[in-house]
């Protein structure tokens, strides 16, 4: 795995901490209801934030499963990331914004790409 590859990993893993930092630790935030196209009213609801609290530990998790990759068992990194892509391709279609498999996949695909070279 190149330098390049392993670093856009480590940054794959970044982005689903900071994705459980909003939607856990930060659900009620305005941040929070931008990042995810909600009303500030919407995040404000306690089924919503019961919803995001538990996404987001989905998140962390998929964080924690690529360092576990990239630490001790690369062969995991690769299906983390088809993993990650194609959520987001099923959270573009269903939403109707393919925004958002660039910005939930963009760096999974691009460091499946450069996995491959």
């Given at each position: 795995?190149?330098?390049?590859?392993?670093?856009?990993?480590?940054?794959?893993?970044?982005?689903?901490?900071?994705?459980?930092?909003?939607?856990?630790?930060?659900?009620?935030?305005?941040?929070?209801?931008?990042?995810?196209?909600?009303?500030?009213e919407?995040?404000?609801?306690?089924?919503?934030?019961?919803?995001?609290?538990?996404?987001?530990?989905?998140?962390?998790?998929?964080?924690?499963?690529?360092?576990?990759?990239?630490?001790?068992?690369?062969?995991?990194?690769?299906?983390?990331?088809?993993?990650?892509?194609?959520?987001?391709?099923?959270?573009?279609?269903?939403?109707?914004?393919?925004?958002?498999?660039?910005?939930?996949?963009?760096l999974?695909?691009?460091?499946?790409?450069?996995?491959?070279?």
């Amino acid at each position: 795995m190149s330098e390049l590859t392993t670093v856009l990993n480590v940054l794959v893993a970044i982005e689903f901490f900071y994705i459980f930092y909003r939607e856990t630790i930060e659900p009620k935030s305005e941040k929070t209801a931008t990042l995810f196209s909600l009303s500030k009213e919407d995040v404000q609801v306690e089924k919503v934030q019961l919803l995001l609290k538990n996404q987001g530990v989905y998140n962390a998790l998929i964080g924690f499963g690529m360092l576990y990759g990239l630490l001790f068992q690369k062969s995991l990194v690769t299906p983390i990331l088809i993993y990650i892509v194609l959520v987001a391709l099923y959270g573009g279609y269903s939403s109707g914004k393919a925004s958002l498999f660039f910005k939930q996949a963009g760096l999974a695909v691009m460091a499946l790409l450069l996995g491959m070279i």
